[in-house]
């Protein structure tokens, strides 16, 4: 009895969060759904998204999972329960996501993935993405643009394996820096997965998991953190000076980057980050982070409302490229980035009215 009262009372809790919703069924048209608030990223999209959805006369309801597969499911039965038409979701795990799209495809509803593609299912209709792939190869030219002499220390780090865009960054990034870890330009001080696979060019979805596995900071900066500890503690004297670091979003870069800063025998380092963070932004201008990868959330966010509308009123969806996610091949809208550096910052991040120069000190 005490369990059943338990039960019912849990599902009084979870229907006053989120279940209220079901009585107002066909009030929203766009649903968008996000991984967690969490990451400055995902902010800079919902930013976005609430100035492009001021501009439509649809309704659109954008709600964010927190990490979780879970609230992420729980939110796409909401929206579902609100009579959305199309659903625009970045999820938390790329291959967990698809059974909470299938349901949204069940119901009628057009879906598709935003910036980091759904894996290993038929329901993703679309993709609107930035071209991952050249993020990473933007990084490893970066560090290979900044390489003077042979026998120079590289350390890799990798996003979130439950990520496709992980394995797209690091694919772009190994297709720069491998020909020069082969010629011995480079050596991988920090991943014995990555030496074992160094004379392969092109690295198999099963070689890339490997080195995933080993250096990946889950896009947390905390895991970031304790993993360059543990490299630079287990590095030699020899194995430090000049470093070449490839992290491989911002949050992670400040935080590898602080880690670097503070070991005696690191004489120097240039690193990489992406997704120009307002704190990066300003470690940039400050010289204690060499670069990021500029991903303009604003077109990202108006080409995936673009695409929702036109889907909307039975026209045709633009789409310039496809991406194969496991199950098929997925039609796709790819937007260029911009690499970012103490010498174009101003032009590129203020003078485009992205940030205001207020936001940061010393520009
Ligand atoms: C990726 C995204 C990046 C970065 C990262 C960490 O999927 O494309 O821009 O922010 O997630 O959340």
Redesign the pocket.
Known sequence: MKKFVCMMLTAALCLSLFGGVALASGTVDIGIVLPTKD?P?WLQDQARFESVIADTPYTVEVLFSQGSSAVERTNIETLISKGIKVLIICAHDADAAGLSVELAKEAGITVISY??LITNTEAVDYYVTFD?VSVGEAMGKYLADNVKEKAQSLYLYA?AAS?N?AFLFFEGAWNILQPLIADGTFVIRNSSEAVALQAEPKLTREQLSKIIGQVTTE?DFNVAKSKAEAHLTAATKDEKGLCFVLAP?DGTARSIGDVFAADADVNGYYITG??AEIASVQYIIDGKQSMTVF?DTRTLAQDAMDMAIALIKGEEAKTDVTYNNGAKEVPSKQTAVTVVTKDNVKDVLIDSGYYASSQFTGL
């Open positions: 990451e990223r910036d980091r991952s996003g990520d865009n896009w979003n992406q997704d991903k």
